[in-house]
């Protein structure tokens, strides 16, 4: 049974940090990239950042290009996404998904395999 948990999610100032963890059971994790999407009420999923296991491939938004980043954890099949600077506009809930392979330069929501539960992040001003 393949599973992934989000966690980390919570309410920090702008400006301020967070570090969210994806923890992954039930897949060869080195065979997989993770990446993070978020999602507000009434918008679409959007994907924030990756990183692949097999190439060491990476994606990164825009709008979180030289604020966040993904990394793998010291924990056997986790990765984090660190979150600095972090604006009000960053609110959502945060998930992590897996996929077989590489980070694509423009993440599709609807390739992805494997879903987790999200994690809330609320940035307050």
């Known amino acids: 049974d393949v599973q992934l948990q989000a966690s980390g999610g919570g309410l920090v100032q702008a400006r301020g940090s967070l570090r969210l963890s994806c923890a992954a059971s039930?897949?060869?994790?080195?065979?997989?990239?993770i990446t993070w999407f978020r999602q507000v009420p009434g918008k679409e999923r959007e994907a924030v950042s990756c990183l692949s296991n097999t190439d060491g491939s990476t994606y990164s938004a825009d709008f979180v290009k030289g604020r966040f980043t993904t990394s793998k954890g010291a924990a056997k099949n986790t990765m984090y996404l660190q979150m600095n600077s972090l604006k009000p506009e960053d609110t959502a809930i945060y998930y992590c998904?897996?996929?077989?392979?590489?980070?694509?330069?423009?993440?599709?929501?609807?390739?992805?395999?494997?879903w987790g539960k999200g994690t809330l992040v609320t940035v307050s001003s």
């Open positions: 998904a897996a996929i077989l392979g590489y980070c694509s330069p423009y993440p599709l929501a609807y390739e992805y395999q494997h």
């Open positions: 039930g897949l060869n994790f080195d065979d997989y990239a």
